[in-house]
């Protein structure tokens, strides 16, 4: 099985900034050794986060996200297991809401944060459209 976690929390850094760009190379490259995949979402100073790894993982990836100086104020959305991924192939896929609005396509499909289940399906939705737009998996 391969558990997959989605999380919302407080951007401390933007896109444009280097270190941003330096933080998300080091984590694909961690992503890629430790057979993580997933997709990280930068919208409106919000990270929104959907990572999948194989269950021997779970302690070494949540401690390590968690203690992440780069958000704060984190909020697991959805924590399940499934068997398989969503984002097989990318070490961290990346969208930025210049490119694409995760409000906007949410807004758009008339889904509420008050119904947690269809607000998760509609984020993953949303960074599935994303994926299947791109031919670079990162």
């Not at 998300?24 to 986060?49: C, K, P, S, V």
């Not at 104020?73 to 068997?83: E, K, M, Q, Y």
């Not at 969503?86 to 990346?94: K, V």
Request: net charge negative.
């Amino acid at each position: 099985m391969i558990n997959n976690w989605l999380y919302k929390s407080t951007a401390l850094l933007a896109p444009k900034e280097q270190k941003f760009r330096l933080l998300l190379d080091q984590a694909r490259l961690r992503n890629a050794n430790m057979d993580i995949t997933g997709y990280l979402h930068w919208e409106d100073g919000m990270f929104y986060q959907w990572i999948e790894w194989p269950a021997a993982e779970l302690q070494i990836v949540e401690r390590f996200i968690v203690a992440s100086t780069s958000h704060k104020d984190l909020t697991v959305l959805s924590r399940n297991s499934a068997p398989s991924r969503q984002f097989s192939g990318w070490s961290m896929a990346l969208g930025i809401s210049d490119e694409a609005s995760l409000f906007s396509f949410v807004a758009a499909r008339g889904t509420t944060t008050v119904n947690q289940e269809d607000y998760v399906a509609s984020i993953l939705a949303f960074m599935n459209v994303q994926v299947r737009g791109s031919d670079h998996p990162g």
